[in-house]
């Protein structure tokens, strides 16, 4: 009995000892050296991302002080995407490896998809973590950001001169030129249910009678996931050898991104995003839907939200299946067991992820064809 009292006096000595030196400076605080994420699993419902934290306790002894735990969330533009936490933590001499995994809703991606658009395609990745001691009522926490830049709306913007074909029988093609396209994000419009888009095309009519335009239709897909369609009336009266800019409008629903989102981590964080449309010509009584495929929209769309994709990529390039075994690996302390001494420090880094890719479109207008004086046939 006298021996266990002995020993258990011995130990809350050497922990207030322990504490006392750290207070006065004389034993080093321990410090965050490396916080490292990745996507681990995607199902319909959440998205599992894997961590890592990293601590260097500089001191020469491990003592178990108890009570000690980490809390970690991560936000993309403000948005809770993520948050867990871990209880009883054993830190022991020089560097030791915290690894747990935590669940993202997936419903929370039209929100920040929401956030994304209204802030100019720009998204900052804020990654919070902090290590606490209730024994010695001190904490240790970390801070990392990255940044998403794309730029999705903005390459739909060309002067490139295009034709188009109605291929229907007794119809000379070309029946119309697309001389130029523009649009933007309607953000006085953006909502949290809707992202709008305003687009614009620049229409010659190269026929000998005019044409009216009374209706523009739209398909919006990501990944082959179709994300919104509609289709806008309109009444466009384009004269013979004369050029008329028509208004439209797209829009993704975005309560369809949920579901987009799982084909964008199974193909390792890309997307190929596609705007089908098709307008109603009507001339001599006749009316004809044309596919406008010569405008048809498709560009490529890649982040690294984690800024790591290349050493752990998810996904095999399909849409189906899980994206891979890429669990965080066990946690490895070195030297003996125990609950750290832990001092308030805070690490900053921010790094760059990438954007959208691919350039500008190549432009080479052509000047519309007023000579063709064929025109649409009544059926």
């Known amino acids: 009995m006298r021996r266990t009292r002995a020993v258990a ?3 809350v000595g050497l922990a207030v000892l322990l504490a006392t030196g750290v207070y006065i400076g004389v ?41 000690a735990s980490v809390d970690y969330s991560v936000r993309m533009n403000g948005v809770p995407i993520a948050a867990g936490g871990r209880e009883g933590l054993q830190l022991g001499t020089g560097r030791s490896t915290l690894a747990f995994t935590t669940e993202m809703d997936n419903g929370q991606v039209p929100a920040w998809w929401y956030t994304h658009v209204e802030n100019g395609e720009r998204t900052q990745v804020e990654i919070d973590g902090e290590v606490r001691s209730s024994t010695l009522g001190r904490s240790l926490s970390v801070t990392q950001g990255d940044s998403i830049e794309t730029d999705i709306i903005g390459q739909f913007n060309s002067t490139e001169t295009r034709p188009v074909d109605a291929n229907v029988p007794l119809v000379s093609d070309p029946v119309l030129y697309i001389n130029e396209t523009r649009g933007t994000w309607d953000r006085p419009n953006l909502t949290r249910q809707q992202s709008p888009m305003d687009l614009a095309f620049t229409v ?13 239709g739209y398909t919006v ?18 004269r013979p050898g004369e050029t008329e800019t028509i208004d439209a409008r797209a829009a993704i629903e975005n309560e369809n991104l949920d579901e987009w989102w799982v084909t964008h981590l199974q193909r390792n964080q890309q997307t190929q ?29 890649e982040t ?5 994709k290349a050493e752990y990529p998810t996904g095999g390039g399909s849409s189906q299946g899980d994206i891979g075994d890429q669990e965080p690996r066990t946690a490895t302390p070195t030297g003996t067991p125990d609950d750290g001494v832990l001092d308030t420090e805070t690490v900053t880094s921010t790094d760059s992820g990438s954007g959208l890719l691919g350039g500008n479109e190549t432009v080479t207008p052509i000047p519309g064809d007023s000579t063709t004086d064929d025109g649409i046939l009544a059926i």
Do not use: C, W
Not at 221 to 238: F, K, L, R
Not at 273 to 301: C, H, M, N, W
Not at 304 to 308: K, L, S, V
């Open 221 to 238: 897909s990501m990944n082959d996931v179709e994300v919104g369609s509609g289709e806008t009336t309109a009444n466009y009266v384009i």
């Open 9 to 11: 006096v011995v130990g």
């Open 204 to 216: 010659h009519n190269p026929k000998s009678l005019p044409y009216t335009v009374s209706r523009i």
């Open 273 to 301: 995003l596609r705007i089908d449309f098709s307008l109603v010509l009507e001339a001599r009584g006749t009316q004809i839907r044309i596919p406008l495929d010569p405008v048809d929209y498709e560009k490529s769309i």
């Open 304 to 308: 690294d939200i984690f800024g790591n």
């Open 27 to 67: 034993l080093g605080a321990p410090s965050f050296t490396a916080v490292e994420n990745r996507f681990t699993g995607v199902s319909e419902e959440t998205t599992t991302i894997g961590t890592e934290l990293v601590i260097e306790n500089p001191n020469p002894i491990g003592v178990r002080l108890g009570g």
